[in-house]
């Protein structure tokens, strides 16, 4: 290694720390990873909270890269579970099936709302037979033409702008495109009736580690050796280029302590905004204000140690009511029986919010107060059942695809695309929201880049087919 400068990973969340497992076994390739906080895992971790665990929202693992999988399965090894999915849907207070069962969401809306879906449905579809359909530039587009009016103003208009902060309106499709393609009325009825639909989101099973989705990131740090390294506590305070090349960054550590570290090449998995501002010589002006017009979602979270063994059978439930705060819970014994005691269990609960809003701001005990409240009105815990609280708060935990984000990160990435040894990798590096198994894959071939390879990280998670297709048996 004598003479070579390191590769520089900035960020230990999945995609980061997979780059530095693939780069591990190459004695010629020196690296270092510098993480800003003072553990590895990034959003993807699991917290402990005496003796309970629980991760930043549910993560399940599920992918169709085989590359990824073994991966997955060699760093987690006998601790990899095989869980059957139940996920429902708090909808006009009755729990739901999701994806959608046709039946079900049916009898939901009773008969007269059901028999409005049904109208609607086949309205949509009978205009769209005999007129060009109307481009799906937003999210309300793109759902109304695949579940009509009503169904769309009685669950996904409202679920998504509490999850998001914005009229669907101002959503863009590409969120839909990103998360639940496929997903339609019609295969929603095949599959409630024939279990023969096609729909890529209805994903029966996942992958999880017993001791938390944490595993995965700590399973792929303990890869790394000496004389490589990963520094946590460590803040990129700078990152500085010449000639189309990043040729060194500035690190602060602990105790403000500022270095200097040359490198070879530039893993980033910061997010893009805050990378345009770190650069030296400045990014030109127009770059960026496109940065800054990127905007995110952030989320606090709300752990509930609850008294009983256990509070219902879900994996997700999702709460689209606007009289309640937070939008999706989970419960991560049902995940494994290794996150809480024999006699007890957890709730996490997700608040979306802005930072800085007045939901970011709320005390532990303001936010453990209402929870317990919204959480008796619908049935699930009984206030004295709730004996703790912890929250966490995520700060740019989603990107918000809201219209006109593609015109802006555009021009980022083209002014990006002129470093020739700057790999950008992860949810907020690459402003792409789908799932972990894509940002581990970008870490992975951004590493193999350095090595000598041409991967196009930029169509890492558009794959036409979309990865929620996996199911029990498949490797």
């Given at each position: 290694?004598?003479?070579?400068?390191?590769?520089?990973?900035?960020?230990?969340?999945?995609?980061?720390?997979?780059?530095?497992?693939?780069?591990?076994?190459?004695?010629?390739?020196?690296?270092?990873?510098?993480?800003?906080?003072?553990?590895?895992?990034?959003?993807?971790?699991?917290?402990?909270?005496?003796?309970?665990?629980?991760?930043?929202?549910?993560?399940?693992?599920?992918?169709?890269?085989?590359?990824?999988?073994?991966?997955?399965?060699?760093?987690?090894?006998?601790?990899?579970?095989?869980?059957?999915?139940?996920?429902?849907?708090?909808?006009?207070?009755?729990?739901?099936?999701?994806?959608?069962?046709?039946?079900?969401?049916?009898?939901?809306?009773?008969?007269?709302?059901?028999?409005?879906?049904?109208?609607?449905?086949?309205?949509?579809?009978?205009?769209?037979?005999?007129?060009?359909?109307?481009?799906?530039?937003?999210?309300?587009?793109?759902?109304?033409?695949?579940?009509?009016?009503?169904?769309?103003?009685?669950?996904?208009?409202?679920?998504?702008?509490?999850?998001?902060?914005?009229?669907?309106?101002?959503?863009?499709?590409?969120?839909?495109?990103?998360?639940?393609?496929?997903?339609?009325?019609?295969?929603?009825?095949?599959?409630?009736?024939?279990?023969?639909?096609?729909?890529?989101?209805?994903?029966?099973?996942?992958?999880?580690?017993?001791?938390?989705?944490?595993?995965?990131?700590?399973?792929?740090?303990?890869?790394?050796?000496?004389?490589?390294?990963?520094?946590?506590?460590?803040?990129?305070?700078?990152?500085?280029?010449?000639?189309?090349?990043?040729?060194?960054?500035?690190?602060?550590?602990?105790?403000?302590?500022?270095?200097?570290?040359?490198?070879?090449?530039?893993?980033?998995?910061?997010?893009?905004?805050?990378?345009?501002?770190?650069?030296?010589?400045?990014?030109?002006?127009?770059?960026?204000?496109?940065?800054?017009?990127?905007?995110?979602?952030?989320?606090?979270?709300?752990?509930?140690?609850?008294?009983?063994?256990?509070?219902?059978?879900?994996?997700?439930?999702?709460?689209?009511?606007?009289?309640?705060?937070?939008?999706?819970?989970?419960?991560?014994?049902?995940?494994?029986?290794?996150?809480?005691?024999?006699?007890?269990?957890?709730?996490?609960?997700?608040?979306?919010?802005?930072?800085?809003?007045?939901?970011?701001?709320?005390?532990?005990?303001?936010?453990?107060?209402?929870?317990?409240?919204?959480?008796?009105?619908?049935?699930?815990?009984?206030?004295?059942?709730?004996?703790?609280?912890?929250?966490?708060?995520?700060?740019?935990?989603?990107?918000?695809?809201?219209?006109?984000?593609?015109?802006?990160?555009?021009?980022?990435?083209?002014?990006?695309?002129?470093?020739?040894?700057?790999?950008?990798v992860g949810r907020n590096a690459s402003f792409l929201y789908t799932s972990s198994d894509h940002y581990i894959d970008m870490g992975l071939k951004?590493?193999?880049?350095?090595?000598?390879?041409?991967?196009?990280?930029?169509?890492?998670?558009?794959?036409?087919?979309?990865?929620?297709?996996?199911?029990?048996?498949?490797?």
């Amino acid at each position: 290694m004598a003479g070579r400068d390191p590769v520089v990973i900035a960020g230990a969340g999945v995609a980061g720390l997979a780059a530095a497992y693939r780069l591990q076994g190459e004695a010629d390739v020196p690296f270092v990873v510098y993480e800003r906080a003072p553990y590895v895992g990034g959003y993807s971790r699991t917290l402990s909270h005496g003796d309970f665990r629980f991760d930043l929202g549910g993560h399940r693992f599920y992918t169709k890269k085989a590359h990824v999988n073994r991966i997955v399965e060699e760093v987690v090894g006998e601790d990899l579970l095989v869980v059957d999915r139940l996920s429902r849907i708090l909808f006009n207070d009755r729990f739901v099936h999701y994806p959608l069962s046709a039946f079900n969401t049916l009898r939901a809306l009773g008969l007269r709302g059901a028999g409005r879906a049904v109208f609607d449905y086949a309205a949509v579809k009978l205009k769209n037979a005999f007129s060009a359909p109307v481009p799906e530039e937003t999210f309300e587009q793109w759902a109304l033409n695949r579940f009509g009016d009503y169904l769309y103003r009685a669950y996904f208009q409202v679920y998504s702008e509490k999850t998001w902060g914005i009229p669907c309106t101002e959503l863009s499709a590409d969120f839909a495109q990103q998360r639940i393609k496929g997903l339609s009325f019609r295969e929603a009825v095949k599959d409630a009736v024939l279990r023969k639909g096609t729909d890529d989101s209805m994903v029966r099973c996942f992958l999880y580690a017993r001791y938390g989705f944490g595993q995965i990131p700590e399973g792929l740090a303990a890869v790394v050796a000496e004389p490589n390294e990963i520094l946590t506590g460590h803040t990129v305070a700078a990152v500085e280029h010449k000639d189309g090349r990043i040729t060194a960054v500035a690190v602060t550590g602990p105790g403000g302590r500022r270095v200097q570290r040359t490198c070879s090449e530039f893993v980033s998995s910061i997010p893009v905004d805050e990378i345009v501002e770190l650069l030296r010589p400045a990014a030109p002006a127009g770059v960026a204000e496109a940065a800054r017009r990127l905007r995110y979602r952030s989320v606090v979270v709300l752990f509930l140690v609850i008294d009983v063994e256990q509070v219902s059978p879900d994996h997700w439930i999702y709460v689209p009511s606007r009289d309640i705060g937070f939008c999706r819970l989970h419960e991560p014994k049902n995940w494994s029986k290794e996150m809480a005691p024999p006699d007890r269990t957890g709730l996490v609960l997700e608040y979306f919010c802005q930072e800085g809003d007045a939901t970011w701001g709320r005390t532990a005990e303001d936010l453990r107060a209402e929870a317990v409240a919204d959480l008796a009105s619908i049935g699930l815990v009984k206030p004295e059942w709730v004996s703790d609280c912890a929250v966490v708060r995520m700060p740019k935990a989603y990107p918000l695809y809201q219209i006109g984000y593609d015109r802006h990160l555009n021009v980022v990435t083209d002014y990006f695309g002129r470093f020739s040894n700057l790999y950008n990798v992860g949810r907020n590096a690459s402003f792409l929201y789908t799932s972990s198994d894509h940002y581990i894959d970008m870490g992975l071939k951004a590493a193999e880049n350095v090595l000598g390879h041409d991967h196009d990280l930029g169509e890492i998670g558009r794959e036409s087919t979309y990865a929620e297709t996996w199911q029990k048996g498949e490797k």
